[in-house]
């Protein structure tokens, strides 16, 4: 969550002779990230979800504070602590809490006399910087502290609370509240509200508070609030009801429980001076939770171990300090501002190594024993099929790993929250995206070749799915034995070993299809070669065309030719014209050099055998 | 009879490649094929040899015809295309050649592979883990609670299938980082990984795609500090973006590291000096952090023992960032439209 803090407003806090853009290189590299420097005078800072306690100027300025010396600045801390104040007065606040783990700490003081007008120039001009619109006095000072200390604060006009009684207690589902900004909101269950006498909603808690209880210009007793709230029940409330607050995201982050009666105090301060009010009740204090102070154990050497240098023990411990830690003995004490985000010895290391600075500990490669290789098949066998493919010509594809219905095929799993029908499935084959994609370029070329090197999902009883790696290749404009072709020619390239088994789907429009499974083509890869011992003796090489049929396969063919005689050393596809199939044979005799009396043997061996077998004869 | 075919052989193909003129080619025919030639005269001899010997020698003879035949139709061709084309011929030459069809790989694999380049040299081994994943890998055992606000930042995408009593529901990993619990369960240390995965996340703009590739470094040994993240990351950012990119950690958190780090390098349009399309000279790259004792603890490893860094980013934005290339919109890398692909 970004926030706005003006460097003006921290010099409250902290004096410095660092300018804008020293605390700007010094917050980004030692505590959050400063985004941009607006009108030489606004920070917009990141401040990560851990780090509720950096919402605020106070919190900023406290890092200043731990940070600023070690960049050479220096950094005086200017106010003073504060000390709770004793209030009385007549007017009451009956309070019913139903269950305190919704309100850790409700604490509230009423204020009589008030006069409702316009704020101060500085008050507004600070609260503009930071984004927010100034109204009037009364709601300006509950903004102001909420961007000054961190706490988000209500302000209610005490007459309009019916009885002067709060029931604070969860919605139930269908109760509807008119907020500040006039929208009706139908509540679901869960979210934290409040009940006045008359059992009207008065307040969405930690979210906005309601139109019905809302200080106005007739206003003169405001209870101001000041509350801990449950952070989980608030963030999934202001999800729920899609209204997103900056007090609610402030309390979902976790306040400081410690700083609520000294926000409420100062805030009380401020109201009755700008308004002319005084206080007129008791300081209402309930606490449902107790907080324990959390320390952890030092552990200078763990510190060391995890900077991997010599972080000194004086430096160690001032810097805790400076943050607010408190160390006796062998114990830190976390300030209560960072009672959600630090829990262990690495949490302290974290805060130390960060103030030391990163970019002090030096640079330095890993040593030690290198890890044990397992086999690195798949990604070299990936490479070279890919760039094997390139160089045929192919287009690589990524699509999505879901797809339309359309696209689905058998038994594909369904995504529960697809972003939109289009990708409502997990695909179980790259074909028919291929296929997309193909008639999306149609005008691309006559002819067109793409594949995809990806996994599919397929569903599996009581387990993740087989998430198995395909290659799927779509082709158009590509004759059938070409295509057939590249894909033996890749198993030559990547030496698949036997007869790896794969189908053509032909496709109108001239298209075809094949899709592999990758890992196991990876299996019978990389096979071993044999040699064959060169021979000195020549080889006659003569062409057969013979009439073929077909019920027979050019496999059945080939083995019947090989095996008519050992010395048929080669048997190739040449041509193939209407039921004329010529074939380029081979004849080799390893022992002596054979002659072409020996091979007409032969070949009239293969006619006899390939008539007797299939009936095929040779052409006339 | 004695015959020297091989020497007759090479002799005429010497005489061949220096008949330069079509003069000198036809005393060539007239040698070694014409009505008088060397070819005439030895077939006329082995016609008059006994039996035994014409077997051996007509086969020889027969091997020298064809080899001469051959020589002289090679060598008629070029001359005369040579001829044909000599009144352009120095034009011809500058023709574009005719190059074979080469296709495309994608950018993605492109990039994949160069960062697999960079990290192998340091004994990084790559690995890939599931995509469709249990709750468990992907955020309960990376030290996020199931109410935890921080799983929110990851736009999650479910699978509609049953849940697992202890591995939880089933989703479509939305970070490389389910692939260090994985990676420590195999209990092989020293680990260095390099986890280059299909991610997915619930999100589609110009600066989001619901398919994405990350990669993972997770690297895990006795006495492993922050000064080793930083020299694996010097070594990558040099290798990766050049000698003159400078880099550095900020404080960040991710639930899953401790310390936690976010990794910035020097803008490459200002050269670091500010401008518009970066924070101050510096621009994001990606999250890193020293292994969380909890996560390390899920993976099976004694955190008093053993620490560790890991950091995880985008394929895609690396790769964006080392090229300079200023792709409009990131979806076009999956549209595969091939207008785009061919660009690369």
Redesign the interface.
């Given at each position: 969550m970004n926030v706005l803090i003006p460097f003006s407003w921290l010099k409250d806090y902290v004096k410095t002779n660092a300018g804008i853009r020293d605390v700007?290189?010094a917050l980004?590299?030692?505590?959050?990230?400063?985004?941009?420097i607006i009108d030489d005078d606004v920070l917009e800072i990141e401040v990560?979800?851990?780090?509720g306690d950096g919402l605020s100027v106070l919190g900023i300025a406290r890092e200043l504070a731990a940070v600023l010396p070690v960049k050479g600045f220096s950094a005086e801390w200017l106010k003073k602590a504060f000390t709770v104040k004793k209030y009385s007065g007549k007017d009451k606040l009956k309070v019913t809490i139903s269950d305190n783990s919704l309100v850790p700490r409700f604490s509230a003081a009423v204020i009589d006399k008030v006069k409702v007008k316009e704020s101060p120039v500085l008050i507004k001009e600070r609260l503009s910087k930071v984004g927010i619109r100034a109204i009037n006095n009364v709601v300006d000072v509950t903004n102001y502290y909420m961007i000054e200390l961190g706490q988000p604060m209500h302000a209610f006009d005490y007459d309009k609370i019916a009885g002067h009684e709060m029931i604070v207690r969860e919605s139930k589902k269908g109760e509807e509240i008119v907020t500040l900004d006039a929208v009706k909101r139908i509540l679901p269950e869960g979210v934290i509200v409040i009940e006045d006498g008359d059992g009207r909603l008065i307040d969405l808690c930690g979210i906005m508070g309601a139109q019905n209880s809302e200080v106005d210009e007739n206003t003169t007793k405001v209870l101001l609030f000041v509350q801990v709230y449950d952070p989980?029940r608030i963030?999934k409330s202001s999800m729920s009801l899609g209204h997103r607050t900056e007090a609610a995201l402030r309390f979902?982050k976790g306040v400081d429980f410690e700083s609520v009666i000294p926000s409420l105090q100062t805030a009380v301060g401020m109201l009755t001076e700008l308004s002319g009010g005084e206080v007129s009740s008791e300081l209402i204090d309930l606490t449902g939770t107790v907080y324990t102070k959390k320390h952890i154990k030092i552990d200078y050497e763990k510190i060391n171990?995890?900077?991997?240098?010599v972080i000194k023990k004086d430096f160690v411990n001032a810097t805790l300090s400076s943050l607010g830690f408190v160390i006796k003995g062998n114990d830190v004490y976390v300030p209560s501002w960072r009672y959600d985000d630090i829990e262990?010895i690495?949490?302290l290391?974290?805060e130390v190594?960060?103030i030391y600075g990163?970019?002090k500990?030096?640079?330095?490669?890993?040593g030690?024993?290198?890890?044990?290789?397992?086999k690195m098949g798949t990604?070299a066998l990936e490479?070279k099929a890919?760039?094997f493919?390139?160089?045929?010509?192919?287009?690589?594809?990524?699509?999505?790993?879901?797809v339309p219905g359309s696209m689905a095929g058998h038994g594909a799993?369904?995504?529960?929250?697809?972003?939109?029908a289009d990708?409502e499935f997990?695909r179980v084959s790259l074909t028919p995206k291929l296929l997309d994609?193909l008639n999306?370029?149609k005008g691309?070329?006559e002819?067109?070749?793409?594949f995809e090197l990806?996994?599919v999902?397929l569903?599996k009883k009581g387990d993740?799915?087989d998430?198995p790696y395909m290659l799927g290749m779509t082709v158009r404009g590509v004759d059938f034995l070409v295509f057939k072709g590249i894909v033996e020619a890749l198993f030559e390239e990547l030496r698949v070993a036997g007869d790896f088994g794969f189908e053509i789907t032909e496709h109108p429009g001239g298209v075809l299809s094949c899709e592999l499974p990758f890992d196991k083509l990876v299996d019978a890869a990389g096979g071993g070669r044999v040699y064959s011992p060169l021979t000195g003796f020549n080889s006659i090489k003569e062409d057969i065309t013979i009439i073929v049929g077909d019920a027979t396969s050019f496999s059945e063919i080939i083995s019947a030719v090989s095996n008519t005689d050992v010395r048929v050393n080669k048997v190739g596809f040449k041509d193939m014209y209407e039921d004329a199939l010529t074939l380029s044979i081979e004849f080799l005799d390893r022992a002596k050099q054979i002659t072409s009396e020996e091979t007409k043997v032969i070949r009239d061996g293969i006619i006899k055998n390939l008539d007797s077998k299939y009936g095929i004869k040779l052409k006339a | 009879m004695k015959l020297d075919i091989e020497s007759i052989k090479s002799e005429a193909k010497e005489m061949l490649e220096k008949s330069g003129e079509p003069g000198s080619l036809a005393e060539w025919y007239s040698k070694y094929l014409g009505k008088k030639g060397i070819l005439r005269t030895l077939t006329s001899d082995v016609s008059d040899l006994a039996v035994e010997e014409k077997k051996e020698l007509g086969r020889k003879v027969n091997e020298l015809k064809s080899y001469l035949e051959e020589a002289y139709a090679g060598i008629l061709n070029s001359v005369t295309s040579i001829k044909k084309d000599k009144p352009l011929e120095n034009f011809y030459k500058t023709l574009p050649g005719k190059k074979?069809?080469?296709?495309?790989?994608?950018l993605?694999?492109q990039a994949i592979?160069e960062i697999?380049e960079v990290f192998s040299k340091?004994?990084f081994?790559?690995?890939r883990y599931?995509?469709?994943?249990?709750d468990y890998y992907s955020f309960e055992a990376l030290n996020m609670p199931k109410?935890h606000?921080?799983r929110d930042?990851w736009e999650t995408?479910?699978?509609?299938?049953p849940e697992d009593p202890k591995l939880g529901k089933?989703v479509?990993t939305p970070h490389t980082s389910n692939g260090q619990i994985r990676e420590m369960l195999k209990g092989?240390?020293?680990?260095?990984m390099l986890n280059i995965s299909?991610c997915?996340r619930?999100?589609?703009d110009i600066n989001h795609?619901?398919?994405f590739y990350q990669f993972e470094g997770l690297?895990i040994?006795?006495?492993?500090?922050?000064?080793?993240l930083?020299?694996?990351?010097?070594?990558l950012i040099y290798n990766f973006f050049g000698k003159d990119t400078k880099f550095?950690?900020?404080?960040?958190?991710f639930r899953f590291t401790?310390?936690?780090?976010?990794v910035d390098v020097t803008c490459g349009i200002c050269g670091g000096k500010g401008c518009r399309f970066c924070?101050?000279g510096?621009v994001e790259l990606g999250g890193a952090g020293?292994v969380?004792?909890n996560v390390l603890r899920a993976g099976g490893i004694d955190p008093d023992v053993y620490?560790g860094f890991a950091f995880g980013w985008g394929v895609e934005r690396v790769l964006m960032m080392r090229t300079g290339l200023k792709i409009d919109d990131i979806r076009y890398?999956?549209e595969?439209?091939?207008?785009f692909?061919?660009q690369f």
């Open positions: 700007a290189k980004s590299e030692h505590s959050f990230s400063v985004e941009k990560t979800p851990n780090r989980v963030r979902e171990k995890i900077a991997g240098t262990i690495e949490d290391a974290e190594i960060r990163y970019q500990l030096p640079n330095e490669l890993p030690g024993t290198l890890p044990h290789h397992a990604f490479d890919k760039d493919l390139k160089h045929m010509g192919f287009f690589e594809c990524y699509n999505y790993s879901a799993l369904k995504v529960k929250n697809p972003l939109n990708l997990l994609v999306k370029n691309y070329s002819t067109v070749k793409l990806s996994s999902y569903s993740l799915p998430q | 074979p069809e080469i296709g495309h790989l994608h993605i694999t592979r697999n340091l004994g081994i790559r690995v599931p995509e469709v994943e249990w109410t606000p921080a930042e995408f479910f699978i509609d299938l089933v479509i092989d240390l020293p680990i260095r299909r997915g619930r999100q589609s795609v619901p398919t690297v040994d006795k006495n492993i500090s922050i000064t080793h930083k020299g694996v990351l010097e070594y550095r950690l900020r404080p960040y958190d401790e310390p936690s780090f976010e924070k101050e510096w020293m969380h004792p620490s890398l999956f595969n439209n091939l207008k692909l061919e």
